[in-house]
Each structure stands twice: as structure tokens, then as C-alpha cells.
């Protein structure tokens, strides 16, 4: 068994690394071109390995824990931010779509439990942590399924720039390689860095990135 979580460890450093240097070249190629389709796989399919193996790797520690949960909210937004383009043309959701999202509303729900561990235990750190991402992953989820039941309506028929399914794969995508980013800021952190500024910033920085990328395509396609 010791054995097996070894390898799960060098699995999951290796996908991790293959995801943090990938990750950028669907993001600087043409949208859609080969490019950009050929290494966006490889970018899922190594965010997939991640969250597989931070779950193998489950153990209850909050480092730990938060690490996989991090794992987890990544790894969804790679997978919904797919599935928004093979959706494109049929909305409606299939199992799967509603599978992954339940599974997140439960990862989220998760997060919160441990927020209030951490509280109960005068650690302000993870309970500032756990509350934050776990009050985002249920909110990305729940937008999700209010889309599926129809609470949410989207038109993919109106002009492309403003098309549900090509702005916020731009928001998915760029959301994954946030939360990557910050797992190996965390993983790696210098010790002059406060720990909360590197939990946080990435996102920050990476939120501010995205809704200019958001805004340069609509402006480029007005035109």
C-alpha cells in the first residue's frame, strides 16, 4: 500500500507539473485551432490525474484536506469548462453534467464542515480558507444546476460575443489554471510570503486577467 500512495505521489507531482506548463498554451493559441484543442487535452486530462490522485492521497489533515478540495474545485472547473464546448449546440445536460455537479455541491458543503473544525479549533487561517473556496465551489455549481432545471436560461443563437458557452469557457478554464497556480505557490512557498497572500492573490490576479480577456474578445468580435 505504501508502495502504491508513493507512486500516487509522483503521479500527482507529474500531472501537476505537466498541467502548470501546459496550461498556457491553449491560453496564448488561436481559439479552436489544433493548437489550442491538442494541448487543452493534455491540460485535461493531467487535471483529471490530479484530482484523482489528491483523493488517493486523502488523508485528515487540513493541509491536506484543503489541498484535495483545491484538487477537486480545479479539476470541475477543466470538466465544465469541456463540456460548455461540446454543449454548444445542445444545452441540455447529460448525467454526467449533473453527476459532476452534485459532486461539487457535496465538495462544497465538505469545505464548510472543515471551515467550522478549523473554527471550533481557534484555527483562523483554514476557516478563513475553507469558508471562501467552499462558499465558490457551491456558487459555481449552483449556477450550474439552476441552468439544467431551466431556472437559468442561455440563448447560444445570439451573436458570439456574447454567447453563454464562449465566455465562461474563458472563465473555466482560467479559473482551473488559477487554482493550479495557487496549489504549487502553496506546495512551494517561499517563507517570506504570508501564507493567506499566497492562497489568495492567484485568484485575485487571475480574476482580474480573465475579465480582460473577456472584454478584449468581445471588443475583437464587435469589430
Not at 494541448?39 to 490522485?53: E, H, K, N, P, R
Request: proline share 4%; no cysteine; aromatic share 20%.
Amino acid at each position: 500500500m505504501q508502495n502504491f500512495l508513493t507512486f500516487a505521489l509522483y503521479l500527482h507531482i507529474f500531472a501537476g507539473f505537466t498541467a502548470l506548463t501546459t496550461g498556457l498554451i491553449p491560453m496564448f493559441s488561436k481559439k479552436g485551432g489544433k493548437v489550442h484543442i491538442i494541448w487543452g487535452t493534455v491540460y485535461y486530462w493531467a487535471m483529471f490525474i490530479v484530482a484523482l490522485t489528491a483523493l488517493i492521497r486523502f488523508q485528515m489533515k487540513l493541509n491536506l484536506i484543503f489541498l484535495s478540495g483545491i484538487a477537486i474545485f480545479s479539476f470541475y472547473n477543466t470538466f465544465t469548462g469541456v463540456r460548455l464546448i461540446r454543449r454548444k449546440d445542445n444545452p441540455n445536460p447529460k448525467f454526467i453534467d449533473w453527476f459532476g455537479a452534485g459532486l461539487m455541491v457535496l465538495g462544497s458543503f465538505g469545505m464548510l464542515y472543515f471551515s467550522y473544525l478549523a473554527y471550533r479549533n481557534d484555527i483562523v487561517f483554514y476557516t478563513v480558507l475553507f469558508t471562501i473556496f467552499g462558499i465558490f465551489m457551491f456558487l459555481l455549481a449552483f449556477e450550474d444546476l439552476r441552468i439544467f432545471v431551466g431556472k437559468k436560461q442561455i440563448d447560444n443563437n445570439v451573436p458570439l460575443q456574447t454567447r453563454y458557452w464562449f465566455q465562461n469557457h474563458i472563465s473555466r478554464m482560467g479559473g482551473s489554471y488559477i487554482a493550479t497556480v495557487t496549489a504549487f505557490l502553496v506546495v512551494n512557498n517561499p517563507p517570506y510570503i504570508p501564507g493567506l497572500v499566497v492562497w489568495i492573490a492567484p485568484g485575485v490576479i487571475g480574476g482580474f486577467i480573465i475579465a480582460r480577456t473577456r472584454k478584449f474578445y468581445m471588443d475583437k468580435f464587435r469589430k
